[in-house]
């Protein structure tokens, strides 16, 4: 089945620097990958997601960088704020007959600075 | 538009006792996924479901799990006997049809077992 790795597990920067956590995973079908956060004790939101006929995507202070040779996907969160402390989780997915279910990495701690 | 609807937020039982676990999808949706998060931990795919059907229950523990989406009514995680290692936060999650993510997750149910 897939496996998902995530790096770092915990990533602390300074407030207004850029943070980048990477994935990789092991299933080249895999074709869907979302990326969440989920701060203590709520629910995963999801942040942005990225499907496999497209390279990068941007939404304001976030993107995210897909690799389908290397297997690996990246999040890209720049000009951080305190609010954007929390837990981000990777995930991938893909389509046997339709939707199923996320391989999620284990996720990375982000602490902004102040 | 209400969001994906879980309940109980806390539920407390002994060892040996049944855990039930509710989830209303969101509104138009008809594909529900329930994960389950151990503390410290991402996310695990447990079972994958549509209306009166069970698609993927790859994640599910083959005893004392089970789950099902009537076609009336929430969907329902059932944990039967329940011992310490069920403690957990039990996630769902909704998308609206076949073929087309992302995943929306609910508030979770946190199961403390005593």
């Known amino acids: 089945g897939e496996n998902v790795e995530q790096h770092p597990s915990t990533l602390s920067v300074q407030e207004g620097d850029s943070a980048v956590i990477k994935c990789t995973y092991s299933d080249s079908a895999s074709n869907y990958f979302p990326w969440y956060k989920q701060e203590l004790g709520k629910r995963p939101q999801l942040i942005i997601d990225i499907r496999s006929n497209v390279g990068e995507k941007k939404d304001q202070r976030i993107a995210v960088t897909l690799n389908k040779t290397a297997k690996h996907f990246s999040l890209h969160i720049t000009e951080t704020q305190p609010e954007d402390s929390a837990v981000y989780f990777c995930a991938a997915s893909k389509r046997v007959g339709g939707a199923d279910g996320l391989t999620f990495g284990k996720g990375t701690h982000l602490i902004i600075q102040p | 538009n209400a969001g994906v609807m879980q309940n109980p937020r806390h539920l407390v039982r002994r060892r040996g006792q049944e855990a039930r676990l509710r989830c209303s999808p969101m509104k138009g949706h008809s594909h529900v996924y329930w994960y389950r998060q151990l503390p410290e931990e991402g996310l695990k795919f447990m079972v994958y479901?549509?209306?009166?059907?069970?698609?993927?229950e790859s994640g599910m523990p083959k005893e004392r799990f089970s789950a099902e989406f009537p076609k009336e009514g929430p969907s329902i995680l059932r944990i039967q006997q329940v011992v310490r290692g069920d403690s957990a936060a039990y996630f769902c999650?909704?998308?609206?049809?076949?073929?087309?993510?992302?995943?929306?997750f609910g508030d979770g149910t946190r199961l403390s077992i005593l």
């Open positions: 479901l549509q209306k009166e059907n069970i698609i993927d």
């Open positions: 999650a909704s998308s609206p049809y076949e073929g087309l993510q992302p995943q929306h």
